[in-house]
């Protein structure tokens, strides 16, 4: 065994296993935008011939490309825009990686923006770097009480976390609504009426400033600081997942909880823990729009971006390198909504079904990608037995007692 | 020898079925290379090798459930193509798997008939009428509407052939029928399979436990790594012919037994209460082996997780040496010196989508050894960790880094024994631990566990196989229906057993 | 309080009833198929924007009579076809059903403004004003006392199959050979497949069942509740029906209840905001009504129910059939 390491060591320079692994989920991502694109453009075809509209696959791409590459602004708009989308990305992949479905960001999210508004309103007292900080832990916080009620139904009770967050996401929309209309209202004590309901303003202590100008970028999602955040928050996830005990434990969890079980790992406790952080990752997925765009928190605030994420998690295929680059594929596609019904006469109503269409075939090929892996490395490690001893590989499909016609007890 | 005469008239009768040069082949593995078989009409004929061998997969080929890469099957003089297993079914074959596919909700009936209900709307008591005047005709004892979630097993292996009989099959093909079966309902089953032989069916009999297979087979095919090596009746060889041809060398059946001075207890287990246990005790001493023999389903895995504290308890005390370990998290008992081997490797054993040197430090990964107290951990230590294990216990793989998947049985089985026994425990508890594996990894695995009474620790085996309980353990425990009911020596006889682990209860034996 | 209120409560109750129901079960067939279908919602999607264009604008342009009804048709074909994504996925590509579920929801809220741009030239709703089914007044219960009658004064006829579905769904599951079947798919695929059936057929018409079951549920919702498509309307329609359906322990007769009982929780915040106690409680937190019946429902339940054996779990089918 000790000829097999070394000469595998050696010649590791060669293809190593993590590569490998990168290289085909890196194809497994082309050919699913291939896909995507192909079908995509079998719709617009369709679409024009149907409705005499005369558009060819080509400019249209073209046109969504444009918004986003096209000009300093639309590009800003993307970059902006991909913070908060990596937040809820990151979220929804912390919990899958324990195996479970955290569908409830938007609604973690939305609690976590009430919690840091109240903060930034509360505590004007504090100079502003401190004042941000303090907002970021409030948004967190938030978050993570938001999650912690599913989280710990599902440890105590076993209530299945994809509806018991869907629920929560319903009853914090109303809640936000009270505070907004309520705890929080913003009275105009300058006489005039208030049409839209909405908190006071933040103090500027509390803004995040803007890093757009730095570029001669002024984009509707005004670039700033929060995007390194993002991107730093991204890493640590990153080390986190790979390199710290509690990112080992739900990675065994999500995979085998039989097994982590009786290997000593705690089922209960590391779920709470990731719904938890994953609550934290979404308590500041609205930091972008309060504290970089608005300055206050109306009651019409931009929702869906905890559904969004799901999405551009799944796109991402749940790893943090693959959500940063997803969550930028998704500005662009989000930004040519406006540059394609300026430039075409195709509605901006497109985007929603290529955005469909890519979720789809990621989701597959994926499947599909993994299956082919796992035979791919059968046949590799049957190479490697010794012919003299060799024995069946376990899981090589069915084998003697252990079939997969469901005989693996 | 053991085979009744009844089949050897029949030798000249044309054969029913003949496989001609049959391949296999899955990812990574060519599982029947080749292989030639008849079966002719009134035999057992009796098809072994070690596991891994390609015995179930030809079977299932002959079944339909997989398409076979090479060769021609011939029934009957025609030949034929066997798509799945209606086509099977048409043809006259029929199989019945190691782990029966019943659906458990539903009745003996509506298990025997589906697929073959007779019409678009349901008639139960019809249906039951049949099924009954079928089971009368061939001896067996069993109730139509019972639902299957409350057999027993034995009871439950006659309905599986039950289906096959109900769709009027010629041959029937049984995989490892007994693994799960008594000494006494083996014996009926052996009973029930010579009345289907003089009613002219053919038997194909999977085994690996050559006893029996010296009792009950006219003929016998031996595969070894997917191809035929030999073929033989009872009256030309013997067991340990048998065995050799199996492996391809010869096999010893019993290791030596080093003698070692039992020490003080080490683990004592007091009237243990919940699920299937009902009051369970037992005690197991340094430097002894105890065997829990016992037919699957009555308690065993509840034993091994009460044990590991994977399970709640409704009463009882399960002491390690001083302490009371009933309500203890896992990873304190773990801890306190106990290591397991799970009878599931893939369901508790090893995470499969891990790589090894992943595998290789769960349940010591929380040690100051191989992470900090930031919880940061110390990737470089671990995988020096997976190497050292895998290098001493000769686990075959390309390198660390590959999954657990890509693991033989026998290799998978290693890997859990280096890492558990490198917890240095004062207690080892092994669980079916060589199910599924071929020779070589069995010799080694028993090694393994006599090494560790040798050194002065206790272990606590609970296997299926009395083969197994017999090579190994000091001191033998029945289990029946989660409790203890008899104890025995090694040198007690099988049939005592045998009726221990039926519940009758029996005197202490010296 | 007035009875009535009470009596008005109930009528909102049995509509919503209808919509639980009939979703749930589809919900039912699929589940015990083996599949498990989150997606509902999404089908409810689906049948919204399609019933809502079917009768409000393809029926008028065709000349055709019955509008709502044939509305609620095109509703269930076209859950039905969106379904067969969540099938293609699940049992010919093993996807894990989950994911898939989730998939669908997000997907259909694209497919819905799509088809809005289409159907109404805007992206979020469709003209209001459109025209159903002539409600009913149930003989004898419209007149019951004290109120009481309201509950069955003005119903749609659609709330009256939704009554009776549950016999044809209880005979077709457990007295038929397709139902034997189906179920044994969900319970045990592997025997299932040894005896010849052929699974994944059978999981496909379980899928395309809850598609089609769920996108009638919506295009109703749409056509006789609303009268009009509006984004959003489902309100997590979908994922009460799941809940009711876990509360039902996957029987089709026990569902009728759970399915009233969510009705009724909806009913709460639309009849019953200015009754005692009720009412001093701010709108805001009535309108969390129905979402904190299903958690608290869920949590005291789960532990008590048994799904099927193998729902959830994928399927490999190697060789025939």
Known sequence: MAAVEAGTEARGARRPEWLENIGGQLLAVLTALGIAVLLGSIIIVAYSAGTGVGEDPITVYRAILNGSFGDKNGFGYVLA??????????????CFKGGMFNIGVEGQFIVGMATASFAALTFTFLPAPLLVLTVLLFGMLGGMAWAAVPAILKVKTGAHEVVTTIMMNGIATSLVAWVIGGPLRYEDTGGGFNVNLRTDPFPDAAMIPDLGHL????????????????????????????????????????????????????IGAVQIKLF?????????????????????????????????????????????LGIVFAALLWGVLARGETSLQLETDMPREFIIILQGLLIISVVVTYQLAKRRLFARQLRRAAAVEDLRDSEAPADAGPSEGSGDEGEVR | MGSDGDGAGRESASPLVVMQGVSKRFPGVVANDDVTLDLRPGEVHALIGENGAGKSTLMRVLYGLYPPDGGTITVRGREVKIASPRDAIALGIGMVHQHFVLVDPFTVAENVTLGDEGGPILHAEDAEQRVKILADSYGFHIDPAAIVEDLSVGEEQRVEILKALYRGVDILILDEPTAVLTPAETNDLFENLRRLRADGKTIVFISHKLDEVLAIADRITVLRRGAVVGETSPAETTKAQLAEMMVGRPVLFRLDKPQVQAGDVVLRVDDLRGGRLHGLSLEVR????????????NGQRELANAIMGLQPLDGGHILLGDRDLAGVS????????IAFVPEDRHEQGLVLDMTLWENAVIGRHDDDEFSGRGGVLFIRKIKELARRLIDEFDVRTRSIESTARTLSGGNQQKLILARELETDPRLLLAAQPTRGLDVGAIEFVWGQILQQKAEGRAVLLISAELDEIYALSDRIVTLYEGRITGEFSPDAPAEELGRAMLGGVVDRAS | M???????????????????????????????????????????????????????????????????????????????????????????FRVDQIVSGVVINLVAVGVARFLSTIFFGQATQSDSGQPRMNPLDLPLLSDLPWGLGKAFQGLSPMVLVALVMVVPATYALSRTRWGLRLRSCGENPEAARSLGVRVAAYRYQGVLLSGALAGFAGAFLAIEVNLSWNEGQTQGLGFIALAALILSNWNPIRLMAAAFIFGFAQAIPLRLADAPIIGAIPPEFIRMTPYVVTIVVLAGFVGKVRPPAAAGRAYEASGGG
């Open chain 1, 215 to 266: 570029f001669g970028i002024r984009s509707s999602a005004r670039l700033s600081w929060v995007l390194l955040l993002a991107l730093l928050t991204a890493a640590v996830m990153w080390f986190v997942l790979r390199r710290m005990r509690i990112g080992f434990e739900a990675r065994a969890v999500g995979a085998s909880p039989g097994s982590a079980q009786a290997g000593g790992i705690s």
């Open chain 2, 330 to 337: 896992t990873e304190e008992i773990r801890d306190a010196g």
């Open chain 1, 276 to 320: 938890l952080i994953s609550g934290a990752l979404a308590g500041l997925v609205g930091i972008q729009q309060l504290f970089a765009d608005q300055g206050f928190l109306p009651a019409g605030y931009e929702a869906g971006i905890g559904f969004t994420g799901i999405a551009v998690a799944f796109l991402g295929q749940k790893s943090p």
């Open chain 3, 2 to 92: 007035p009875l009535g209120d009470i009596g008005a409560a109930i009528g909102i109750a049995l509509t919503y009833y209808t919509i639980i129901y009939v979703t749930g079960l589809g919900g039912l067939f699929s589940e015990r198929s083996g599949i498990v279908n989150i997606g509902l919602e999404g089908m409810l999607i689906v049948g919204t924007v399609t019933g809502s264009w079917g009768t409000a604008e393809l029926t008028p342009e065709l000349g055709l009579p019955w509008g709502p009804l044939l509305g609620m048709m095109i509703g269930m074909v076209a859950g039905a076809a969106f379904s067969s994504i969540h099938a293609l996925a699940t049992v010919t």
């Open chain 2, 286 to 297: 340094a430097g002894e082996i105890v065997g829990v023999a016992g037919v699957e389903g």
């Open chain 1, 81 to 94: 825009n991909a913070g908060p989308l990596i937040f809820s990305a990151l979220a929804v992949s912390v």
